[in-house]
């Protein structure tokens, strides 16, 4: 399987193929939903009804990392919170078909999150502190962590190693990057120890999905060990904001206010991770096309800024 293209061969008949080998009937419709990282289609069965199925990104993760996926989300679905978990069959979540490793959800009708008052705020941090409750009582061995290997020093690598990063940006990157990873370092130092759990690891407002009976979680793809307020700050616009969701997450789950002094490092980090997230997938057809402002030199111009930027704000 070609790394520059690891979905060529995923055709929509071996989408579908793929879901009549674990027993199902589709009827011929499928949609592809948003998602780069991984390829997810949502595919019409014999009687009306949906599933989801999503075919992972070959070599990204293990298939025992993939298996602790699975176990936290089904741990989580098990305790009544609203996270959509696969499907098993015979005892199995992680299926295989035509080269791909893929799995099968359920579809939930659902829209856009509503984070607009306060009311719902409060609701989504009674939801984050009972998944992070159920995410305390036990580690992960297989998924990583929310640190700087994985968050500054692998996605600067594949920055400098890409041909999209300009010859002439190639030093100043490097000396913002050194200059961002000091910065997010002594941050970290500054605070001293955190309790660290298992998280949702990306929770954004495009994974958090609401129904009429309130908010659910869905992928749990780059679920990773690290501290509480890694699924808090992204949901929130400003302070205010940030401070009705830990009104909510308090009545379930105590909060280490220490934290909250971490979110610009957090932000920083998401920041350089994202930038070499493109760079390593460009050779993916479906990055140029989502991502074209990734192949303009001013894009660049722009990230080298906000890194200073980032850091001077951390210093």
Sequence with gaps: MSKAAPYAALSPDTALDAIAACGLHPDGRLLALNSYENRVYQI?????????????????????????????????????????????????TLLRHGGFRYAVYPR??????????????????????????????????????????????????????????????????????????SAI????????????????????????????????????DDARTGPAVQDLWMLANDDAALDALLEGYAQFRDFDPRERALIPALRAMRQVHWAGW?????DDPAFPLAFPFAAEPRWWEQHVADLHEAAEALE
């Design 108 to 181: 939930r009708g659902s829209r856009a999150p509503e984070l607009e008052t306060r009311e719902h705020l409060e609701w989504v941090g009674r939801l984050i502190a009972r998944m992070h409750g159920i995410g305390a009582r036990d580690t992960f061995s297989h998924r990583g962590a929310i640190d700087r290997d994985t968050f500054i020093d692998a996605p600067a690598r594949a920055v400098l190693a890409s041909p999209l990063l300009p010859a002439r940006q190639q030093e100043k990157y490097r000396q913002a990057i050194a200059r961002a990873g």
């Design 44 to 92: 019409g069965l014999d009687g009306g009804t949906f599933i989801v199925a999503k075919f992972y990104r070959p070599q990204r993760w293990s298939d025992v990392a993939i298996g602790e996926e699975h176990a936290f989300a089904r741990e989580l679905s098990s305790a009544e919170l609203p996270m959509v978990a696969p499907l098993a069959f015979e005892g199995e």
């Design 278 to 282: 493109i760079a390593a997938r460009w």
């Design 185 to 220: 370092a002594m941050r970290f130092d500054s605070i001293g120890a955190v309790t660290r759990i298992r998280l949702h690891g990306d929770c954004h407002p495009g994974n958090l999905l609401w129904t009429d009976a309130g908010p659910h979680f869905v992928d749990l």
